[in-house]
């Protein structure tokens, strides 16, 4: 399936006057389908996988942000340390410790989002609010992380009532902890990201719209 030109346009004219940032979610996907995007001008992507973010990286333009959405293991930290623009899916401390400790051996600081556990699936991960308190009160002893905001995914349902309250949950999180002055709110894919943006989501994450369907 080729690019959806059309609904890229669109939605990035979108996104550009309600100040939302675009990442464009390339799992899976041929480098073909990211440069068709980055030669419109798309410059921020999305990828789940450590082993194909690092291909992808590779051969790939070195102004492309690349940002790791996926679920990460603390002994792959150091595959995508040197060049990741930010990490969504930070859901331990652990996690958090080792991308401080790999960006303290690159002298590079490392941008992060918490993720947040708002669904009520229970397949999907996150931190509860004792655990981000807990970060919170850590932040300052991690010289090489930098907590920008927070990210979450709302349950797959058709239930919209039940999608907006799951955002809404996200943002009085982010009320609560705001990290930093403007803080990243990183909420809505292709099936939800209007609510997301009503519920004051900043960045949303769009891969099938774009791409197609995945296998
Ligand atoms: C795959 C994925 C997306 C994109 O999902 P689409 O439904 O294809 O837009 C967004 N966020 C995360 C965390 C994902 O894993």
């Known amino acids: 399936m080729p690019v959806n030109i059309a609904a890229f346009t669109a939605i990035r004219t979108q996104f ?16 073909e389908d990211i440069l068709a995007l980055y030669n419109l001008g798309q410059r921020d ?17 070195n102004d492309i942000r690349w ?9 792959k930290v150091k595959m995508i ?7 969504h899916g930070v859901d331990s401390e652990k ?15 490392i941008s992060c989002l918490l993720q947040v556990y708002i669904a009520e699936e229970d397949t999907k991960f ?3 609010a004792a655990e981000i308190q807990s970060i919170a009160s850590l932040q300052s002893t ?17 239930d919209t009532a039940q999608v907006r309250k799951e955002f809404r949950s996200l943002m ?6 705001p990290f930093v002055a403007a803080p990243i709110i990183s909420m809505g894919m292709s099936n939800d990201y209007p609510i997301a943006i009503e519920e004051g989501s900043n960045m949303v994450r769009i891969g099938s719209l774009l791409f197609g369907s995945r296998q």
């Open 16 to 31: 550009e006057q309600q100040g939302v940032t675009l990442v464009a979610v390339s799992k899976t996907k041929p480098v």
């Open 45 to 61: 992507f999305g990828e789940n996988y450590v082993q194909e973010l690092v291909t992808k990286q590779q051969t790939l333009p």
């Open 67 to 75: 940002h790791f959405i996926g679920h990460l293991q603390s002994n």
């Open 81 to 87: 340390a040197p060049f990741v623009h930010l990490i």
């Open 95 to 109: 996690l958090l410790r080792e991308i401080n400790k790999q960006g303290a051996k690159l002298h590079r600081n």
């Open 126 to 128: 996150g931190l509860d």
């Open 142 to 158: 991690l010289s090489s992380v930098t907590i920008k905001g927070m990210m979450g995914m709302a349950s797959f349902t058709t």
């Open 172 to 177: 009085q999180m982010s009320k609560e902890f």
